[in-house]
């Protein structure tokens, strides 16, 4: 079966410009994560949904950032404003349920670079 | 979640043996120990986790000593292929938890032909 897809796979804005992300989880995993990776170092988490509600948002950077998953299945990752210390791998991720014993499937991400 | 410490990078040759130890001194009684692979340009898979003893699946084994503040992955006859960041991640089973994996800067496995 499929695994999680993300698009684009890659992004180049502008600074100050607006950008959306899209995260498709496997079909029937009530658990999206997202997590942003920099350059030599391990992803960091940045918000987690389960179902359609965002039940842990405690690693956006700041209000720039916001997520929705409104079906309960695809999710956008937004980011306004954007700032080249945005520029980054964003990983999302789904799982069968919110738990650590429950495997995260990961996508390939989007590689967001801004100038 | 626990922190965990680990090499941050090694080298083998194809055919050998690799172990990678982590450490999680402050490991609680409720975390479990899971691994992650990582490939250039992918995310993370998941490859193995356990609790205490020894766990062992088609790709690794996992070895966690008594006091569980350390555990090792063990990966048998390695490839070229198996080039990538292995990441070490501690945390908590059960109803209630969201299951965010905290990563650390994880481990750069080179395999040399």
């Known amino acids: 079966g499929a695994g999680v897809s993300q698009t684009p796979s890659n992004k180049v804005t502008e600074k100050g410009k607006y950008v959306e992300l899209r995260c498709d989880p496997i079909?029937?995993?009530?658990?999206l994560y997202w997590y942003r990776q920099s350059l030599g170092q391990g992803p960091e988490f940045l918000i987690y949904?389960?179902?359609?509600?965002?039940?842990?948002d405690s690693g956006l950077p700041n209000d720039r950032f916001f997520a929705v998953r409104p079906e309960g299945s695809v999710s956008t990752l937004k980011i306004q404003r954007t700032e080249r210390g945005d520029s980054a791998v964003y990983l999302c991720?789904?799982?069968?349920?919110?738990?650590?014993?429950?495997?995260?499937?990961f996508g390939p991400g989007t590689r967001l670079t801004v100038l | 979640l626990a922190k965990t410490t680990q090499p941050i990078s090694m080298d083998s040759y194809e055919g050998q043996e690799v172990n990678i130890t982590c450490s999680h001194n402050?490991?609680?009684?409720?975390?479990?120990i899971t691994w992650y692979q990582q490939f250039p340009s992918q995310g993370p898979r998941f490859i193995i986790q356990?609790?205490?003893t020894k766990v062992t699946n088609e790709v690794a084994s996992l070895f966690i000593p008594a006091d569980r503040k350390s555990s090792t992955l063990s990966l048998p006859r390695v490839s070229l292929s198996d080039t990538a960041v292995y990441y070490c991640?501690?945390?908590?089973?059960?109803?209630?938890?969201?299951?965010?994996?905290?990563f650390g800067q994880g481990t750069t496995l080179q395999v040399k032909p």
């Open positions: 991720a789904s799982s069968l349920s919110g738990s650590l014993s429950n495997e995260q499937f």
């Open positions: 079909s029937g995993h009530t658990a």
């Open positions: 356990g609790y205490k």
């Open positions: 402050n490991i609680a009684t409720n975390d479990y």
């Open positions: 949904f389960q179902g359609t509600g965002a039940a842990d």
């Open positions: 991640l501690v945390g908590v089973h059960g109803s209630g938890n969201t299951g965010k994996l905290i």
